[in-house]
């Protein structure tokens, strides 16, 4: 649960730039009331615009986006974040804004991420792998610390957009078939999401 980064551009063109950051933090905490009633396990997608802005934009995405880790520090959650395309200097600067408030690096999860799997590839940021069939056999080539996502969009105009809700099953089932070893999918499909989302699937 959270503001979508994208949200404060369109505020940022009816009010004041200054407001529009003050809502996305009052968005911010109003999500972190959800988690700590237990109506919520997450803050997100919560980042920065995932195309170019202004400087001015980009420095208050990334203020709000801090306040949101310190929220989620102070709630003992995740975080998972929506920005530009994952790259291991990307996911070093989310993992050392991650550091500044304390929050633990393993709970900042990188949504809509390329298989960045080993140590120095993600800084300890938890990659969340978009699960196509390339995708899904990199990340098990380099190891088994990271999630799998689809970004499902529940959006009736565009059905299917992204990947379908029932990919990592179907993928998951192929790779069973294929002999690939048990453990390791009982690892990225339960007892990764468990460590980091600090619940029982």
């Known amino acids: 649960m959270g503001p979508y980064p994208v949200q404060l551009l369109e505020m940022a063109e009816v009010m004041p730039l200054e407001k529009a950051v003050e809502v996305m933090k009052g968005g911010m905490e109003l999500a972190t009331k959800l988690v700590r009633e237990g109506k919520a396990i997450a803050l997100g997608e919560i980042g920065r ?72 590839e993600n800084h300890g940021v938890y990659p969340s792998v978009l699960a196509t069939k390339d995708m899904v056999q990199e990340a098990l080539s380099k190891g088994d610390r990271f999630l799998l996502e689809t970004d499902f969009m529940d959006d009736l105009s565009r059905p299917g957009a992204v990947l379908a809700i029932t990919t990592v099953p179907k993928r998951m089932r192929q790779l069973v078939e294929k002999g690939c070893n048990a453990e390791v999918l009982w690892k990225v499909n339960k007892t990764n999401p468990e460590r980091v989302y600090g619940i029982d699937i």
């Open 49 to 120: 615009p995932h195309f170019p802005v202004s400087e001015e934009i980009m420095a208050a995405s990334n203020d709000i986006l801090s306040y949101g880790m310190r929220l989620a520090k102070e709630s003992s959650c995740p975080v998972v974040i929506h920005a530009e395309s994952a790259t291991p200097e990307s996911m070093d600067n989310l993992a050392h804004m991650a550091d500044r408030v304390g929050l633990p690096r393993d709970k900042v999860v990188k949504h809509y991420c390329g298989p960045l799997i080993t140590p120095e």
